[in-house]
């Protein structure tokens, strides 16, 4: 061969590029990372200190009111603990527990778990010393959606599918025998929500988009179904509450409103009627078991403001020494006037409260550790508002960290949540705190979708407006120039639909943000829509649209991020965990490959044992320490001691 020739085949092989690394490779995924919580009272704590301050959640009171069961992580994933007169102890030890409920007979708690965060759950009664327990549901491959006990305790409403179906269907369990029965057959998204107090009847759920629901009643003696509420403008009927005698429930709704209302319906007559009407949602609603005392929690500003009032005199009793942040749980014992508050706050990170309602007084029952970290430290958010580009006002919770200056900006991370139907709320969040704490401003960002702003607004990205939540996102980081925050330097963060947020924003906005950090997000709505969970598929349609339909199928590759990975110039950090049935894992397996594909700057964390989020304390410790190290590497070092 000539020299001519040698020299042109070396030029050819310098031109082809190298094949671009698999996706998934095997080093994308997590292994145990070491390294020690540091010394409390540290300036600069790790990201471990954070997690390990623990929650209080999803309480429910024994039927005196004596004792209490709740979910905490403090064994590493969320675990049951019962709170009584000897101290708490916990009760079970496997799985991580997703919810739990006293049973009115108070023999027993049901719980429920799933396998490594499929969402594909088992049912559990288990007696209040642990030292019992049986099995009332094995896990299999149907969905599950729990409905509660009857009113004695003797029965469970469930929703399930058949393996390998969307259609659920409605379930009646006899505790005693743990035989069941179907009693309604084959509907997508119908689920029970409610027992009439007698027994012999249930209020259904009927999902009509992901902010909205119909209201059925079904007989179990006929088994027929009957409509009770079904507007012809999608509205929402939620936290049903029956009054012992059965002749009506309160509840929650936005019907003929834009924001929620607390509201009677009178079955005899099938009239609902409002009872308060705020100037923002009403949220939690719960009676007790007696029907004296009607207990509501109001969303103000993201803020949460508890109301109690005495049907039988009238009167409001006040309800003084809750912390500020967001009731997640109103619940009653069933046999006495005692009302269990769960608060999760800026500076709490997860409790109960109960309140003695006929005594008027409210006591702490669960002191969760917050790792060993000073909760006055935690920063609490100022709830703030801008004009996007439309005009449109923008909400949000603008966290400030220590250290800055008008001469030493803050870079900024703007969070955007999930659902999008949900709201960002002043609750507690390791990772909000440990990344102010080092040194960044930031804003969760309730972008046009979300809730608490009213019905109107949150319908505001619904079919062919979706674009404009996106465009949300650009206006957020202009306006934070305007806050004494660098804005060149800002990241974009979120999970589920935050996740896809944060893919849209890093393809469609590529010069808006310096990198993106994106958890178990969509990539290509034409495959998540298909691969989605049965409850999923069931408000899906409802809330983007028909992709059996050619223009609408159009509509969703072009809003698909991977329709626009070439335009990718941010470096982006993907984490997604193996057994999602929401958000199926190849939406970032496609995502990440395409990238890799094109040289991109992307680093993926593939996690075999979480699904839909990253529950286990270990891995979550990977997560967050990874994403610190990424922060500091694209948009740089906080302003704080800790980002130094």
């Given at each position: ?15 082809i ?27 600069c ?34 675990q ?55 099995e ?7 969905f ?10 003797s ?6 599918t ?16 743990g ?11 119908i ?22 629901n ?19 403008e ?8 029956w ?44 009676l007790?078991?007696?029907?004296r ?74 002191k969760?550790?917050t ?5 006055s ?7 703030v ?46 990772a ?13 960002l309730?972008f ?6 009213g ?26 120039g ?5 804005n060149?330097?800002?990241a ?16 469609t ?23 989605a ?6 408000s ?14 159009e ?7 991977i329709?626009y990975?070439?335009q ?17 894992v ?7 490959g ?21 529950r ?10 990874r ?13 704080a001691?800790?980002?130094?």
């Amino acid at each position: 061969m000539s020299l001519a020739l040698l020299a042109a085949s070396a030029g050819a092989a310098a031109q082809i590029k190298p094949p671009a690394p698999a996706t998934p490779a095997p080093e994308d995924v997590p292994v145990p990372v070491s390294g020690s919580l540091g010394l409390a009272g540290a300036r600069c704590a790790d990201i471990s200190r954070y997690l390990n301050a623990r929650a209080a959640v999803n309480p429910s009171l024994a039927p005196d009111g004596g004792e209490l069961v709740y979910r905490t992580g403090v064994s590493g994933q969320p675990q049951l603990w019962v709170n009584g007169p000897d101290g708490p102890r916990q009760i079970t030890f496997g799985e991580s527990v997703n919810i739990a409920e006293w049973s009115p007979a108070g023999d027993g708690i049901a719980y429920s778990v799933d396998r490594g965060g499929d969402e594909r759950e088992g049912y559990y009664l288990i007696s209040p010393d642990g030292k019992r327990e049986r099995e009332l549901l094995a896990p299999t491959d149907s969905f599950r959606e729990w409905g509660g006990f009857s009113r004695d305790g003797s029965q469970v409403a469930y929703a399930a599918t058949e393996p390998g179906k969307a259609d659920f269907n409605v379930y009646v369990l006899t505790v005693a025998t743990g035989q069941t029965r179907r009693v309604l057959s084959g509907q997508a998204g119908i689920y029970p929500v409610a027992w009439r107090p007698d027994g012999k009847a249930l209020v259904l759920s009927r999902v009509r988009g992901e902010d909205a629901n119909d209201l059925l009643y079904l007989d179990l003696a006929t088994g027929q179904a009957s409509d009770l509420l079904v507007p012809s403008e999608a509205s929402a009927y939620t936290q049903i509450a029956w009054t012992p005698d059965g002749k009506g429930f309160y509840l929650s709704t936005n019907q003929d409103r834009d924001f929620a209302a607390l509201a009677y319906y009178d079955f005899a007559e099938r009239k609902l009627r409002t009872v308060e009407t705020p100037s923002h949602d009403v949220e939690a609603v719960a009676l007790s078991g007696d029907g004296r005392y009607l207990a509501w929690s109001e969303n103000v500003g993201g803020f949460s403001e508890a109301r109690l009032r005495d049907l039988r005199t009238n009167r409001t009793v006040p309800i003084l020494g809750l912390p500020k942040g967001v009731i997640q749980t109103l619940s009653w014992a069933d046999r006495a006037a005692r009302l269990a508050f769960q608060v999760s706050g800026p500076q709490v990170p997860g409790d109960v409260w109960v309140l003695n309602a006929q005594r008027g007084d409210l006591r702490r029952v669960t002191k969760s550790a917050t790792g060993g970290l000073d909760e006055s430290t935690f920063v609490i958010p100022e709830a703030v508002s801008f004009k996007s580009h439309d005009n449109e006002t923008i909400y949000g919770l603008l966290y400030r960290p220590a250290g800055a200056t008008t001469r030493t900006l803050p870079p900024a991370v703007v969070m955007v949540h999930g659902g999008p139907t949900a709201q960002a709320r002043p609750d507690f969040d390791a990772a909000t705190q440990y990344l102010v704490a080092r040194g960044y401003a930031i804003l969760d960002l309730n972008f046009r979708g979300s809730t608490g702003y009213g019905k109107r607004f949150a319908r505001l990205d619904n079919g062919r407006l979706r674009p404009n939540a996106v465009k949300d996102m650009a206006a957020a980081v202009e306006w934070l120039g305007t806050q004494g925050i660098d804005n060149r330097r800002v990241a974009v963060m979120g999970g589920s639909y935050g996740g896809y947020m944060t893919f849209a924003a890093l393809t469609t906005l590529p010069d808006v943000f310096q990198a993106g950090v994106g958890f178990v997000g969509v990539s290509n709505w034409i495959t998540a829509l298909e691969g989605a969970s049965p409850q999923l598929k069931a408000s899906d349609r409802y809330e983007y649209g028909n992709i059996d339909d050619p223009a609408e199928r159009e509509f969703f590759t072009q809003l698909s991020p991977i329709t626009y990975i070439k335009q990718v110039r941010s470096p982006l950090m993907v984490l997604h965990g193996a057994n999602d049935p929401r958000d199926p894992v190849g939406e970032a397996d496609q995502l990440v490959g395409a990238l890799r594909s094109q040289g991109g700057d992307v680093e993926y964390l593939r996690f075999p044992d979480e699904g839909h989020s990253i529950r286990k304390l270990t891995n979550r410790v990977i997560a967050y320490r990874r994403i610190a190290a990424f922060l500091e590497r694209t948009i740089g070092k906080g302003v704080a001691v800790c980002g130094s």
